[in-house]
């Protein structure tokens, strides 16, 4: 397989880097982001645009949490 067909497969299936920790998801799509952008159709663009915001979402929801936990351990001793 050619590495433009590769790379646009990898493009075409991005749903497949969704597996991990959120910071580790975000770089994977990072990495694709520029390769997106050049594609005529900025469909495959604006997805992965959409997925690191969430992922990005989910790096704060974790730390909320864990903020949260620290706060009630202090207050229970």
Partial sequence: MSAK???NNTLENFDDLFVGEPKNIERNL???LPKAECLENKS???QILSQIAFTQTQKISNIRH???KTNERNFET
């Fill in 30 to 32: 990072q990495h694709l």
């Fill in 5 to 7: 067909k590769k790379i």
């Fill in 44 to 46: 495959i663009y604006l």
């Fill in 66 to 68: 864990l903020f949260v």
